[in-house]
């Protein structure tokens, strides 16, 4: 499960034009310090929800490093949900 942080930011990517913005920019929409805002690229990279590239902001227009969102193929979802449906009966079976 994705921190609050984190979903802020899938949030943010989701709104911006291109679902592409730099670190900077995110720190200040979530209105965190830049460390934290990079905590929180770390969880979704880890999560595999976001990649880096080398790209200009299109908030600031800056040529920088820039988180871009990524989209999950379709056939990931219903593996998701399969792995979701096998847990939840799991627990059933030990509750
Ligand atoms: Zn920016």
């Known amino acids: 499960m994705l921190a609050q942080s984190a979903i802020g ?3 943010f990517l989701r709104t911006v034009p291109n679902m592409v913005a730099c670190v900077a ?3 200040t929409y979530l209105g965190v ?6 905590k929180t690229v770390r969880e979704l990279i880890l999560a595999g929800r976001i990649l880096c ?10 040529r920088t490093p ?3 969102l990524r989209r999950r193929p379709s056939h990931l979802d219903s593996q998701m949900e399969a ?11 030990r509750g």
Do not use: D, F, P
């Open 9 to 11: 930011a899938l949030t």
């Open 33 to 38: 310090h830049r460390s934290a805002a990079l």
């Open 25 to 27: 920019c995110l720190a």
């Open 83 to 93: 792995r979701r449906a096998a847990l939840g009966t799991g627990e059933r079976i």
């Open 66 to 68: 820039v988180i871009r």
């Open 53 to 62: 590239t080398y790209a200009k902001c299109v908030m600031c227009e800056q």
